[in-house]
């Protein structure tokens, strides 16, 4: 199959990167903001939900453009205790500004402040075979991925 690359410039597209990121595990650490470029980055491991496959995941990588502030909510830095990514949301201000929302499991929560939607995700190659399908408990083969 071929990697999948997206990109959301509006509300609609990136509802099309939140579904293909619903269940996606993502440590604190895969988590960067990078101020002085105004860019937001995140690996994540995403759920393939390619039916007449078995359940496996995939090393995805994404990246928000434009961003003037990242708050956060019950994420401690350092912290390495997976979380489960629910959805993105957009919540505008003044258009095209607004809030882009990490929801993520256990009430944890990102917010980014940005001046226009421009998000890219794209996969990173690795797949892997996971033992179930997504639930919100964390089991160790969904989070380890392929060996190092």
Not at 21 to 41: C, H, K, M, S, W
Not at 62 to 80: A, F, M, N, Q, W
Not at 122 to 128: A, F, I, T
Request: charged residues 25%.
């Amino acid at each position: 199959m071929e990697l999948l690359r997206l990109a959301a410039l509006d509300i609609e597209d990136l509802t099309v990167i939140s579904a293909h990121l619903q269940d996606a595990i993502v440590r604190p650490e895969d988590l960067t903001y990078l101020a002085g470029e105004q860019r937001f980055l995140m690996a994540a491991r995403r759920f393939d939900w390619t039916p007449e496959a078995p359940p496996r995941r995939r090393l995805t990588g994404l990246h928000v453009e434009r961003v003037l502030g990242v708050k956060s909510r019950g994420l401690t830095p350092g912290d390495t205790t997976p979380m489960s990514l629910l959805a993105l949301t957009f919540e505008p201000t003044d258009a095209p500004s607004g809030y882009i929302d990490f929801v993520f499991s256990g009430g944890a929560a990102l917010r980014l402040e940005v001046e226009c939607i421009e998000v890219r995700m794209k996969d990173l190659g690795p797949v892997w075979e996971s033992a179930t399908r997504p639930g919100h408990d964390m089991d160790t083969d969904t989070v380890a991925g392929p060996a190092a």
